[in-house]
């Protein structure tokens, strides 16, 4: 496992942009495929985005597609989103989220081992 954890989240208008950061510890980061899930309050926790372990694989949720961008840094041991033309529906607490592999199921929350305290981002309209 690692440790994670989330930062940048904030309050932004509609049609703005922010960017998450990930931050994990652990020798493990670079072996590990990592995913941005978010939650809205009284929903449950959802897909956004997962990149393999050399960043050549990526994935997205169709809600984010063409708006937001999943990246990594292994030598800094860091994950990022960028977020752009943000919408009130993107509010939400957003995790990163760490698992041995990339596979079909990556979607599934439930093959994370490892996540972070959450970030919230709020977009106002």
């Known amino acids: 496992q690692v440790q994670l954890v989330e930062s940048g989240g904030g309050l932004v208008q509609a049609g703005g942009s922010l960017r998450l950061s990930c931050a994990a510890s652990?020798?493990?980061?670079?072996?590990?495929?990592m995913a941005w899930f978010r939650q809205a309050p009284g929903k449950e926790r959802e897909f956004v985005t997962a990149i393999s372990r050399s960043g050549g694989t990526t994935d997205y949720a169709d809600s984010v597609k063409g708006r937001f961008t999943i990246s990594r840094d292994n030598a800094k041991n860091m994950m990022y989103l960028q977020m752009n033309s943000l919408k009130p529906e993107d509010t939400a607490v957003y995790y990163c989220?760490?698992?041995?592999?990339?596979?079909?199921?990556?979607?599934?929350?439930?093959?994370?081992?490892?996540w972070g305290q959450g970030t919230q981002v709020t977009v106002s309209s």
């Open positions: 989220a760490a698992r041995p592999y990339y596979s079909d199921d990556v979607r599934l929350k439930d093959g994370y081992d490892s």
């Open positions: 652990g020798r493990s980061f670079s072996s590990r495929t």
